[in-house]
């Protein structure tokens, strides 16, 4: 009988499992945030200027008939309900949120909880992931230098690896791969220690759209 019970119970378990299973695998992820899936939370906090053409999703807590899809117009702006036009080109998202959340308050809306994401980006723009101190979104300056990206991102972590790894964004796989699968890709390795210390002679380009990662690494423990 009690043999029975447990078996019972072991069988509960598998199917419960097994449907979370199955309402997870239909889910289905924005490809551009598929790489991002295996990341630190700090990654929302993206050191990226928004601008035109840009699309964003804004939530305010306990506000759904606030929630809203916008586009950030040719002048840079938004409209948004209670507030009217908003100025979003030229600002971070902390920042975007920061103002709503002020105009709203302005409005008399109690304690605004807002939050800002992009879904879509249409500016100058690179991706730094892996075994950096911030990962994130960062806007592409002119002329920036691969050693200038990881410096952006506050160097690489104690954890990193001997290399960065460059992954054009528009390699196909780029955007659906997660981070932890990115050196699997085809891309540009360059030795990070000699690229920090400037003696890479070499010049990689950055373009719009690509990925730096820094890998974690890769520790081996010998056998007694």
Request: proline share 5%; net charge neutral.
């Amino acid at each position: 009988m009690i043999n029975q019970i447990v078996l019972i119970g072991f069988m509960t378990v598998c199917l419960a499992g097994c449907g979370t299973l199955s309402s997870r695998s239909s889910h289905t992820v924005e490809p551009l945030f598929e790489a991002f899936m295996d990341q630190p939370p700090q990654l929302v906090r993206m050191v990226y200027t928004l601008g035109v053409a840009d699309t964003l999703d804004i939530t305010v807590y306990r506000h759904p008939e606030l929630t809203r899809q916008v586009r950030i117009t040719s002048e840079g702006m938004f409209v948004y309900p209670l507030i009217g036009s908003i100025k979003a080109s030229g600002r971070t998202v902390a920042q975007l949120e920061k103002e709503l959340t002020r105009r709203l308050q302005e409005a008399n809306l109690e304690t605004p909880q807002v939050a800002v994401s992009v879904t879509e980006y249409h500016n100058q723009h690179v991706y730094i992931l892996g075994e950096v101190n911030s990962p994130g979104v960062y806007t592409l300056e002119h002329d920036a230098t691969l050693k200038d990206l990881i410096a952006n991102a506050n160097g690489p972590t104690t954890n990193a690896g001997w290399y960065v790894l460059v992954v054009r964004g528009d390699h196909p796989r780029a955007r659906y791969v997660k981070v932890r699968h990115l050196e699997k890709l085809p891309g540009i390795r360059v030795d990070l220690h000699k690229l920090l210390a400037g003696e890479v002679e070499r010049t990689v380009h950055i373009h719009s759209g690509d990925m730096v990662y820094v890998p974690r690494r890769a520790y081996f423990f010998a056998s007694k």
